[in-house]
């Protein structure tokens, strides 16, 4: 028993390693491609600079459209995580404490939980027609569609959570006069805060790094692209200077990266307590 306990931990550290080599190893290209110069890039691909140099990334932040993209983004992502921390929690409290009491509320959930399983190709064409229609092709259409997107899977999540928490308090609150609101604000949503914070990165890092929604969504003028959109036309008009392309990518991932980085320990336990408890 022990051989064989050992073996299988040896293959799990193994595993283990070479994901982390292949989540890390293309940061690690970007960061030091980004400061190299092309002659550095094409001598040395895989190594580290021989000469540092900052002229790519002053070359990126010079330019304005760059920091129009960057707005885009930042409004966007903003905004969308702003409504959802404040509407998902509240859906997610009624459903969670009416689901088996109620039959609107229980078809409510599992029509939540059904949305889930649709692909996004399946939703492409029937969303870009109707706000085609309705003359959301721009970026309050951009923020309203990952509003409605992330519900189904923020339900999911917030539902298994609350799940998981005793009513001791809440009944004793009612008891001593207190109203649904100042139930749900001053015990419920302070104690959901670790599946708020999982919600909000993992919604926060798939809009950020989101392309293929913007390219159908957003036009292609300097004034509605996105990071992910301008990192893509970028490439394409200096596609023969590597190491300005390398500065870009690494100056569009590093906010999101740097507000993400905190919280891995949030976003593992959330997930875990909202997805299994559920």
């Given amino acids: 028993p022990m051989k064989k306990r050992n073996i ?8 283990l390693t070479l994901g982390a080599l292949l989540v890390f190893f293309p940061f690690y290209l970007t960061v030091v491609s980004s400061l190299k110069d092309m002659s550095d890039i094409f001598s040395n691909f895989f ?3 021989r000469h540092i140099v900052f002229d790519n990334f002053a070359y990126v932040l010079q330019r304005p459209d760059y920091f129009i993209a960057l707005k885009n983004s930042a409004i966007i992502t903003g905004v969308a995580i702003v409504a959802m921390v404040f509407f998902l929690p509240m859906c997610a409290y009624a459903i969670s404490r009416r689901r088996f009491t109620s039959r609107f509320y229980s078809f409510l959930y599992f029509f939540m939980v059904a949305g889930i399983f649709i692909p996004f190709q399946v939703k492409m064409l ?9 003359g959301l092709l721009n970026r309050t259409g951009a923020i309203l569609f990952y509003i409605a997107n992330s519900t189904c899977e923020g339900i999911f999540l917030l539902v298994g959570y609350l799940a998981s928490m005793p009513t001791d308090l809440e009944e004793a ?3 001593d006069g207190a ?11 302070p104690i959901m805060k670790p599946i708020i914070s999982t919600v909000v990165i993992k919604n926060s890092l798939w809009i950020w790094n ?9 036009n292609q003028s300097n004034l509605n692209r996105t990071l992910t959109l301008y990192q893509y036309s970028f490439r394409t008009e200096n596609s023969t200077n590597f190491t300005i392309v390398f500065a ?20 593992v336990s959330g997930m875990m307590e909202g997805a299994v408890k559920g």
């Fill in 8 to 15: 299988l931990h040896a293959l799990i550290y193994t595993v």
């Fill in 47 to 49: 190594g580290l600079p």
């Fill in 126 to 134: 029937p969303m870009v027609k109707l706000m085609s229609n309705i």
């Fill in 173 to 175: 609150a009612y008891i």
């Fill in 179 to 189: 109203t649904t609101n100042q139930v749900f604000y001053k015990i419920v949503r």
């Fill in 210 to 218: 989101d392309y293929f929604m913007p390219s159908l969504v957003l």
């Fill in 248 to 267: 870009v990518m690494l100056l569009s991932i590093l906010p999101i990266f740097l507000v993400s980085c905190p919280f891995p320990k949030q976003i």
